[in-house]
C-alpha cells in the first residue's frame, strides 16, 4: 500500500504555474537534467528495441527530442507536459530547417496521472526527471503500464531521498516547515514499477555534486527550472530577511566564504511492459531488484 504524507504533497496548480513562469528560462539552467538526460540514452545503449511510437513524458522544453529522434528515425515523438508554456518554449526552440523532421512529432498537454493514450498503444516512454514533480508516482507507474505495449520500454531518471539534504537541514535549523520535496528511496520505486504492472526493473545510483558560489546564484537557478517550493502544506507567509539569511547561512556554514555545495542521488531505471493488466495482485521483496553496476 501506497502511504502519502499530507506535508509532502504536491499542489498541481503551483507546480504547473512555477512551470509555466520557467519556461523561457528553462535552458538556461537545465544542466541537471542535461546531465541525467545524458545518463538516461548512455543507459539506453546497451538495449537492442525500436519503437514507432514514443512519449518523452514530462518533457519541458523539448531538450530530448533530438536524442529521441537519432535513436528512433522516423517515429512519432509525443512530448508531453503539464505545463503549456513549456510546450510552447520547446516549439520555439524547433531549428527552422528541420520542421519536416517536427511532423511525427505531437504537443500533448496532459497529467502524468491520467494520460490521454489508449491501452498499449505506446513503445517507449522516455521520463527525465518528471518523478519529483508527482505526488503518486505509482499512479504515473500504473499508467504507464496501461499505454505501454508488452515488451515495451519505460526508461527514466530521478532523484533519490539523498538529494537537497543540504537545503533541507539548513530550513530544519530555522523553522519546522516543509521547504523540500519528498523524494522516493530506489528500492520503493522498483516495488511500485512490479505492482503496477512492469516487468523486470533495472535501477542503479549515481551521485552528482553541485557547488554554487553564492546563494544568489542557487536560488536563481532553482526558479530558473521551476523548482521552488510547492509543497501543499508549505507556510504561506513570507520568510522574512532575517530567517532567509540564517537560513543561508546554516547552508554555507560547513564551506565558509559564502560557498554552498548540494548532493544529488541521482536514480536511473528502466524496465518492460507487461502487457494487458489482470486483478491479480503481487508482492516481492524489493531487495531482490537488480541493480546495474559501473
Known amino acids: 500500500m501506497w502511504h502519502v504524507n499530507d506535508k509532502q504533497t504536491l499542489n498541481l496548480k503551483d507546480v504547473r504555474r512555477r512551470f509555466d513562469s520557467a519556461a523561457a528560462s528553462f535552458d ?20 537492442v528495441f525500436d519503437a514507432d511510437s514514443v512519449l518523452d513524458l514530462g518533457s519541458a522544453t523539448g531538450s ?9 528515425g522516423r517515429a512519432h515523438i509525443v512530448s508531453l507536459d503539464v505545463s503549456h508554456e513549456m510546450l ?43 518523478l519529483p514533480c508527482v505526488d ?8 504507464v503500464a496501461r499505454v505501454l505495449r508488452k515488451d515495451g520500454v ?26 523540500v520535496n519528498h523524494f522516493l528511496d530506489m528500492h520503493d520505486i522498483g516495488d511500485s514499477l512490479v505492482r503496477s504492472g512492469l516487468r523486470d526493473p533495472i535501477l542503479d545510483v549515481d551521485r552528482l555534486s553541485v557547488n554554487y558560489t553564492s546563494s544568489g546564484k542557487l536560488f536563481a537557478d532553482l526558479t530558473n527550472v521551476g523548482a521552488r517550493n510547492a509543497l501543499r502544506r508549505r ?3 513570507l520568510v522574512g530577511k532575517r530567517r532567509f ?25 528502466h524496465c518492460w511492459g507487461g502487457g494487458a493488466s489482470d486483478t491479480t495482485s503481487y508482492r516481492i521483496d524489493a531487495s531482490r531488484i537488480p541493480m546495474r553496476r559501473g
Not at 530530448?64 to 528512433?72: G, I, S, V
Open 154 to 179: 519505460f526508461a527514466f531518471a530521478t532523484l533519490g531521498p539523498d538529494s537537497l539534504l543540504e537545503i533541507r537541514r539548513a530550513w530544519n535549523s530555522v523553522d519546522e516547515h516543509a521547504h
Open 235 to 237: 507556510n504561506r507567509s
Open 28 to 47: 538556461s539552467a537545465d544542466f541537471v537534467h542535461s546531465v541525467t538526460r545524458d545518463g538516461l540514452f548512455a543507459r539506453l545503449e546497451p538495449l
Open 136 to 143: 503518486r508516482p505509482d499512479v504515473v507507474f500504473a499508467e
Open 88 to 130: 510552447c518554449q520547446g516549439i520555439r526552440n524547433r531549428p527552422w530547417l528541420s520542421r519536416a523532421l517536427y511532423s511525427r512529432s505531437s504537443p500533448v498537454q496532459a497529467d502524468a496521472a491520467s494520460l490521454p493514450f489508449i491501452d498499449q498503444s505506446i513503445d517507449f516512454v522516455f521520463s527525465n526527471l518528471l
Open 245 to 269: 539569511k540564517k537560513m543561508v547561512d546554516a547552508l554555507a556554514g560547513e564551506r565558509g566564504h559564502g560557498e554552498i555545495s548540494l548532493e544529488l542521488e541521482l536514480v536511473y531505471g
Open 64 to 72: 530530448a527530442e533530438q536524442q529521441l529522434r537519432k535513436r528512433f
